[in-house]
């Protein structure tokens, strides 16, 4: 079956940068898109990356600009800069096991693993 760990949250200051990490296992769709989504306290969890191929990507509105994606294989990578207090959340790592490209958007239905998330907090 598949698993999926983050790392790479810590509490930082705003406008500081971030790097998290999310390595798979028992995943074999190298090809297809994983993502990034947050959950903060008191809001719904949203989308904030994903990606299908490198030249490939989605953001959500609100980090574009500031974060950005990478995938190699069953790893994906969020880079983050010019963090703000609002971007604290846990953040988790999704991957799909769908193949079209269209389904790699910031939808959870379309995510299907989950790792346990990562906690980012900006101050």
């Known amino acids: 079956h598949v698993q999926l760990v983050e790392s790479g949250g810590v509490s930082v200051e705003a406008g500081g940068s971030l790097r998290l990490s999310c390595a798979a296992s028992?995943?074999?769709?190298?090809?297809?898109?994983m993502g990034w989504f947050r959950q903060a306290p008191g809001k719904e969890r949203e989308g904030v990356a994903s990606?299908?191929?490198?030249?490939m990507t989605t953001y959500a509105d609100s980090v574009k600009g500031r974060f950005t994606i990478s995938k190699d294989h069953a790893k994906t990578v969020l880079r983050m800069d010019g963090l703000k207090p609002e971007d604290t959340a846990m953040y988790y790592c999704a991957a799909s096991r769908y193949a079209g490209s269209s389904y790699c958007d910031l939808s959870r239905q379309n995510y299907h693993y989950w790792g346990q998330g990562t906690q980012v907090t900006v101050s």
């Open positions: 990606t299908h191929t490198r030249l």
């Open positions: 028992g995943y074999t769709y190298s090809s297809y898109c």
